[in-house]
């Protein structure tokens, strides 16, 4: 159910490792441990708005097809923190895209007509949303033209993350 691009970056990880002599059996299923906790976040969501697993899957994965929240939950896993008080904005940060990513699918589900495709519901959402999304990708953009992503660049980046989760079309 994955996309390519996260299929590709999860191969390229078992290669990594598999360069740094760990068995390659081993580095798999290594690499799939790290994506238990979206594998949860799918079940969740089907359950709660009970659709299929693989519909929440794809709709969950394919999302960032209008959000960059890969790049986002990247950044957050590598920024340093300095002391505990930034560790705690860092895990609240994370809880918050957590919930960001886990409403942009109920969200974009919404848009679902009996059998509808996960294309139509995805433009959908993304006609009505138009200025927000734009300007979401105009940030993002803009940060990632910085070597590194700072602390406060992400606290923006959620802030108008939570603006989009919080409108409806």
């Known amino acids: 159910v994955l996309p390519a691009p996260a299929r590709a970056q999860l191969d390229a990880t078992v290669e990594a490792l598999a360069a740094k002599a760990t068995p390659r059996a081993l580095a798999a299923r290594i ?10 976040e799918v079940a969740h969501i089907a359950r709660d708005r009970d659709v299929s697993r693989d519909l929440a899957a794809e709709v969950y994965y394919r999302l960032g097809e209008v959000v960059d929240l890969d790049w986002v939950q990247r950044c957050l896993r ?3 923190a300095e002391d505990r008080w930034e560790r705690r ?27 509808g495709a996960v294309d139509a519901c995805l433009r959908e959402y993304v006609a009505g949303h138009q200025a927000q999304l734009t ?35």
Do not use: C, H, W
Request: glycine share 6%.
């Open 78 to 80: 590598e920024l340093p």
């Open 89 to 115: 904005a860092l895990e609240g940060l994370n809880e918050g895209l957590m919930y960001a990513r886990r409403q942009l699918v109920y969200n974009i589900l919404q848009y679902r007509t009996a059998g």
């Open 135 to 169: 300007a979401l990708a105009a940030l993002v953009s803009d940060i990632k033209s910085a070597p590194r992503a700072s602390l406060a660049a992400l606290l923006v980046v959620m802030r108008e993350l939570g603006r989009l989760v919080g409108t409806r079309a």
């Open 31 to 40: 690499v799939a441990l790290d994506q238990l906790a979206d594998l949860f």
